[in-house]
């Protein structure tokens, strides 16, 4: 079955710095991969989105790459800010049928 | 901005009750989800629907139902809970029909101890 992961299940970074966070798909039919942010007793959140033809997506202060050969996606936060603390999950979207979430990173920013 | 609200932020349920969750969007969203979220798992599609009376299982069904009587309220049964359905429960919606699916609005989530 489709196995969405990321690589690592916690993340510490300086205040300031970027923050990269990952998530592998095995799927290739995948159209559609969406980032989200889940703050401390809140539902999750949108942040940006990728379509499959894409490679690349820049919202504000974010980015998410999209590598198709080796099936792996990035979230890049720039100058990360104690606001951005937060579990970050990928999920892959191809119909109603085809959801797959990530288990999720716990970012914490640092002071 | 969407809302999407879910009836209880915190509920304690004992083993064999019949469980109710509440699920209101007030966007006219045609897809609404129930998702159950746990540590390490991520989160596991339960049930969705993409229209009034409409529904279709998810990846882990077993021990639930859904009603879809109302397009902007999705309910979420729990026939007999059972102590492993102790989880955060989110509910979530979206726009799009059954083709390619927009983002998801999420609830808050309810979390679910039976006991």
């Known amino acids: 079955g489709e196995n969405v992961g990321l690589h690592l299940p916690t993340l510490s970074v300086q205040e300031g710095d970027n923050s990269i966070i990952n998530c592998a798909y095995s799927?290739?039919?995948?159209?559609?991969f969406i980032w989200y942010k889940q703050e401390s007793g809140k539902g999750p959140q949108f942040i940006i989105d990728i379509r499959s033809n894409m490679d690349k997506r820049q919202g504000q202060r974010v980015t998410v790459l999209l590598n198709k050969t080796v099936k792996h996606l990035s979230l890049q936060i720039a100058a990360t800010q104690p606001g951005d603390s937060a579990v970050y999950f990928c999920e892959r979207a191809g119909s109603a049928r085809q959801l797959t979430f990530g288990s999720g990173t716990q970012l914490t920013v640092l002071p | 901005d969407v809302k999407v609200t879910q009836s209880s932020r915190y509920l304690v349920k004992r083993t064999g009750e019949k469980v109710f969750l509440e699920c209101v969007q007030d966007?006219?969203?045609?897809?609404m989800f129930w998702y159950r979220q746990d540590p390490g798992l991520g989160l596991r599609l339960i049930y969705f629907?993409?229209?009034?009376?409409?529904?279709e299982k998810g990846d882990i069904p077993e021990g639930y139902s859904v009603s879809r009587e109302k397009k902007e309220r999705f309910s979420l049964i729990l026939e007999s809970a059972s102590t492993n359905q102790t989880s955060m429960y989110l509910c979530?919606?979206?726009?799009?029909?059954?083709?390619?699916?927009?983002?998801?609005?999420f609830g808050p989530g309810t979390r679910l101890t039976v006991t």
């Open positions: 629907s993409y229209d009034v009376k409409m529904k």
């Open positions: 799927n290739s039919a995948s159209d559609y």
């Open positions: 966007m006219d969203h045609e897809n």
């Open positions: 979530a919606s979206t726009l799009r029909g059954r083709g390619l699916l927009h983002e998801q609005y």
